[in-house]
């Protein structure tokens, strides 16, 4: 899609970490540091334990505790290091599901898309299902009725049983998958409220579910005004996972299989950078171990033991955490402000709308926009990006594969600020400001 504009492009649609915030140097002071002992370089360089580089995972224990303040401090055994969110999707998949007898994949729309074709890979083609979000960010009610009529007919059918996968001591394979962003959401930015978390729990016990959430914007939070004073040491929300552990007896409750109905899929891809192709899943000790058993994993060993041994170097010593206090969190406040800014200014007054106003903590790297109607996002992003050289993602793109509930997304308008040049923001903002006005003139004419 050729621009005929001469000014330069403006990318709101890739969502990578600007190459002037990529940590280099704390990542080449950590390799030097770890690589030039042999106690560390000489196991970093063999096959790892099954669970993951164990000094990671205590570093991380430590460090996630700290953030997250949970009821009980975290343990190594209820975590796994992985080679990244995505790549452990899959092995969760591989361990905790059959294509049969799980009976569907319930994703909170609009959804991180990209995840859809990890499920369809996984045999979930044509059984993905989505969970429209209210101004909670999931809409609880709508969810445990679809399920209960989808447990209804399995139940008819006669599908009673895993067909496929073999029974196997360290795991289970589970009726149902929920998978959410819950905390700044890719791509509505919405963050679930504790309220709606403990439904969820409620819902995903009630059906045998297992709630997989991307936690991977977590700690990039800030004041949504800068003169806002609003502690930030901690989490604004318990995770999924956390309300997992404590809600009405928690994993060990009397009756429970000590499974849990819950993992947090977490990636240093968004504090460090993405080609790090390593992250952690965090569950029960017994979903933790079962986990590990991933058959790719007791191939060929734990994931990314290279880079996960430089990593420990960088979250023992405190420089990844002072990297995303004093470095990553005031850039992407500013980027936000920035362009939130510009869109009261700019797309506010054109009828642009913004979901949960009013919030005191904001983070993640996208804003969500619903166009006035009768504008519609495929055609603006077309628009956009051929007579003013500014891509953006069209909503409908975020739907849920093979759902009929993306008719839905057909306004809304993704905008991420994390990759663009800061001095380019603001202008790109305004261009988009200029193609609402001329559709909406052109509407009111036509």
Request: net charge neutral.
């Amino acid at each position: 899609m050729a621009s005929t504009s001469p000014r330069p492009l403006i990318n709101f649609l890739l969502g990578w970490p600007s190459t002037s915030l990529l940590p280099a140097a704390v990542f080449r002071a950590a390799a030097n540091a770890s690589l030039s002992k042999s106690s560390i370089a000489e196991p970093a360089l063999l096959y790892g334990p099954d669970g993951g580089y164990e000094p990671l995972r205590e570093a991380l224990a430590t460090w996630l505790t700290s953030f997250y303040k949970p009821k009980a401090p975290i343990s190594s055994h209820q975590l796994c290091v992985t080679g990244g969110a995505s790549q452990n999707l899959a092995c969760i998949l591989q361990v905790y599901t059959d294509p049969l007898y799980t009976r569907n994949v319930w994703m909170v729309s609009p959804t991180y898309y990209l995840a859809c074709r990890i499920f369809e890979d996984s045999g979930f083609n044509g059984k993905l299902r989505s969970v429209p979000e209210d101004a909670g960010g999931v809409n609880i009610d709508y969810l445990r009725e679809a399920m209960s009529k989808s447990e209804n007919e399995a139940q008819r059918s006669g599908n009673n049983k895993p067909m496929i996968k073999p029974p196997r001591a360290w795991n289970k394979i589970y009726r149902h998958i929920i998978y959410a962003v819950p905390t700044f959401s890719n791509p509505s930015s919405k963050t679930m409220p504790l309220g709606h978390r403990e439904e969820l729990v409620r819902v995903a016990r009630e059906f045998d579910a297992l709630i997989i959430t991307d936690d991977v914007y977590d700690q990039l939070q800030w004041p949504a005004q800068e003169q806002d004073e609003v502690a930030l040491d901690r989490a604004i929300e318990p995770r999924v996972r956390d309300v997992d552990r404590y809600l009405e007896g928690g994993t060990e409750r009397t009756g429970a299989d000590g499974f849990g109905n819950s993992c947090s899929n977490g990636s240093f891809s968004k504090i460090v950078g993405p080609g790090c192709r390593t992250g952690w899943a965090e569950g029960s000790e017994k979903f933790a171990y079962g986990l590990s058993q991933c058959g790719s994993t007791r191939s060929g060993g734990a994931p990314s033991q290279v880079v996960a041994a430089i990593l420990t170097d960088s979250v023992e010593s405190g420089s990844l955490q002072e990297h995303i206090m004093g470095t990553l969190r005031p850039a992407y406040a500013r980027r936000y402000r920035l362009v939130i800014d510009a869109i009261q200014k700019t797309l506010v007054p054109l009828g642009i709308e913004l979901p949960q106003p009013g919030r005191s903590v904001i983070g993640g790297y996208f804003i969500w926009i619903q166009l006035p109607k009768p504008l519609l996002a495929s055609e603006f992003a077309v628009r956009s990006k051929e007579e003013h050289n500014v891509v953006v993602a069209p909503g409908p793109i975020f739907g849920v594969y093979g759902d009929e509930r993306e008719e839905e997304l057909k306004r809304a308008v993704r905008l991420c600020f994390s990759w663009e040049k800061e001095e380019l923001l603001v202008e790109g903002i305004e261009r988009l400001g200029t193609l609402v006005k001329g559709m909406l003139d052109a509407a009111r004419e036509g």
